[in-house]
């Protein structure tokens, strides 16, 4: 009966890494992992969606596609909170 539990546990800790590798990037530039994220900010009555990046600095890098960040490649950002967090947003 434990061992059923502990293999369900391992399944679904590998099936959460695997995700988390495919949606976070890791830039040789500047040596930090990013991610890719779309809020929605309130303008008037209107949901607006927004492009935005969080960037983390002690990630590991093993399995993570190796691509430029906005940041390093020279798009506009403006950094801000959300939800606890540093979000990149970008600046149109």
Known sequence: ????????????????????????HYCESCNRCWESAKIFK????????VQGYYFYEDFPTWGKKRVICSDCSGAKLQVREYRGMLLWEVVE
């Open 42 to 49: 309130w303008k008037g009555r209107v949901r607006k969606p």
């Open 1 to 24: 009966m434990q061992l059923r539990k502990v293999r369900e546990v391992y399944a679904k800790a590998d099936i959460e890494g695997k995700l988390t590798d495919s949606q976070v």
